[in-house]
C-alpha cells in the first residue's frame, strides 16, 4: 500500500551568536587642546623655582592685570582670526585712541563740571571709536576685496603717524584733576582683585558664550572653515566678517580704557607690538591660523602664558628682558610649526 505524505523535516536553524556591543573609542589625549595648560603649568613650576617671589600673591595678580590688556585684545583677535582675517594695526590703533580720548578729555574738563562725567565719556568715545576704526577695516576688507594684511599693514603706519603729529613728537598727558578720577579704573580693586581683571574675566566670559552659544559664533566659524561654503549656505560672509572687525576694534577700545590711567598719558610708543603679543596669545592658545578653529579659554590661557614668560624674564636673569619680544616671536614659529605638522 502506498504511504501517506509525509511532512517535510523543519530545518534546523542556528542561534546567531549576539553581536557585542560597538566600543567607544578611547579618548586620546590632544596635546593640540591641553598643551596650553600643561605650558601654564610647568613655567609657574619653572617660575617658582628659580625665585621664590613669583608665587606670591601680589606677584599673581600683577601678572594678571599686565595680562588685561593683551588678553581682551587677543578675545576680539581670536574672533578675526577664526573667520580667516588677521589684524596687524590693534597697538598703534590703542596709541591713537589713547591720545584720542586724552585729547577730549581735557578739553571737555572745563566745559563740564563734574570730573566724574568727564572720564564717563571718555570712556565711552574711546569704545566707540574703536569699534568706529574696526569697522572701517571690516568695510576696506569686505566691500574694497583688499586682503586683511594689506589693510591693517596700512593703517598700522597711519594710526601712529596721527598720534605723534597730534602728540607733537612727545606724550599727550591727561589733567591732573582727571588722572585722580580716573585712577582707580587701573589701580582700584574688589575683593582683593584688580578691576582689570574682573573686567578681563568679564569680556572673556562674554566671548566664549559668544562664539559658542550664538548664530554669529557658528556664522564665524564657517566663514573661516570654507567661505564659499558659509556663502552657499546663506550666511551673509560680509556682515559677519564687517561684525568681527568692528568687534576686536570694541575690545581695543575697551583695553586702552583701563590702560590709559596707569601712566596718565599717550605716546608714539604706546601700544607698542601689542599686535605680536595678541597674535602669540591667540596662536599659542590652539586657534588656528588658517581659521575655522579657536577656543576663548585657549586665548585667555595663551595671554596669560606670555605674561608669565615675561615676569620670568624680569624676575630672574636668564636671558635679558629685552629679548621678550624675541621669546615671543620664538614661539609663535614653534606653535605654527606644530599646527602645519598635525594638519
Known sequence: MPSGPTS??????????????????????????????????????????????????????NVLTRTAFIGIISIGMCF?????GIDLSVGSM???????????????????GSPLAVVALGMLFAVALGGGFGMAHGYLITRGRIEPFIVTLGTLGIFRAVLTWLADGGAITLDNDLSEVYGPVYYGSLLGIPVPVWVF??????????????????????????EQVARFAAVDVDRVKLLTYGLLGA??????????????????TTGLLWELEAIAAVIVGGTSFKGGEGRIAGTVI??????????????????????????????????????????
Open 8 to 61: 517535510a523535516p523543519t530545518p534546523v536553524t542556528e542561534a546567531k551568536p549576539e553581536r557585542a556591543a560597538p566600543r567607544k573609542p578611547a579618548r586620546r589625549f590632544d596635546p593640540h587642546r591641553f598643551g596650553p595648560v600643561i605650558g601654564l603649568a610647568l613655567l609657574l613650576i619653572v617660575g617658582t623655582a628659580l625665585n621664590p617671589d613669583f608665587a606670591t600673591w601680589d606677584n599673581l595678580m
Open 94 to 112: 590703542a596709541a591713537l585712541i589713547a591720545g584720542g580720548m586724552i585729547l577730549l578729555m581735557n578739553a571737555l574738563a572745563g566745559a563740564v
Open 251 to 268: 575690545c581695543v577700545g575697551i583695553a586702552t580704557v583701563l590702560y590709559v590711567p596707569r601712566l596718565g598719558s599717550a605716546s608714539p
Open 80 to 84: 578675526v582670526i577664526i573667520s580667516g
Open 201 to 226: 574675566l568679564a569680556v572673556a566670559v562674554a566671548g566664549a558664550v559668544l562664539l559658542n552659544r550664538t548664530a554669529f559664533g557658528r556664522y564665524v566659524q564657517a566663514i573661516g572653515s570654507n
Open 302 to 343: 595663551g595671554a596669560v602664558l606670555l605674561s608669565v614668560i615675561a615676569n620670568i624674564l624680569n624676575l630672574t636673569s636668564i636671558i635679558s628682558v629685552y629679548l621678550n619680544a624675541a621669546v615671543q616671536g620664538c614661539v609663535i614659529i614653534a606653535v605654527a610649526f606644530l599646527q602645519r605638522r598635525r594638519t
